[in-house]
């Protein structure tokens, strides 16, 4: 090969593959610009969420579930009313199940109770360390 057929292809591909380095970076450039739109418009819906007064909606329905899972139940713990719950019994061999209905006095844990109350608190103290 001569001299000039080498600089000929040397020059085509170093040309080649500086227009493919120019081009990506092009290609980024425009996905960075969009990336900064997307994340713009996510601020302001962001922002315009936080003035409707979310706030006040997740501590009125904190307080609404405290109320009916804890509070509630226990001043009716110092009443008249009672609690009925459902026993289930096992039957001979595990076949003929039933089931019977008990009325007692008292305050009733349930376990959704003590998972309600954790998730309220996780989320109140996960949420100050935001911040």
Known sequence: MTPELLAMLGGGVSGFVMKLVA???QSQTRLFEQMLKKQEIADS?????SG???VWMRRLITV???MATIALPAVFAFTDI???LQ???KGFLGLFKGSKFVHTQGYLILPEV??????IVGFYFGSSQVK
């Open 23 to 25: 081009s990506q970076a």
């Open 45 to 49: 819906s962001a922002d315009k969420a």
């Open 52 to 54: 409707r007064g979310g």
């Open 64 to 66: 609404s579930v405290l």
């Open 82 to 84: 009672g609690v009925t």
């Open 87 to 89: 026993e289930e019994s």
């Open 114 to 119: 003590r998972q309600t109350a954790l998730a």
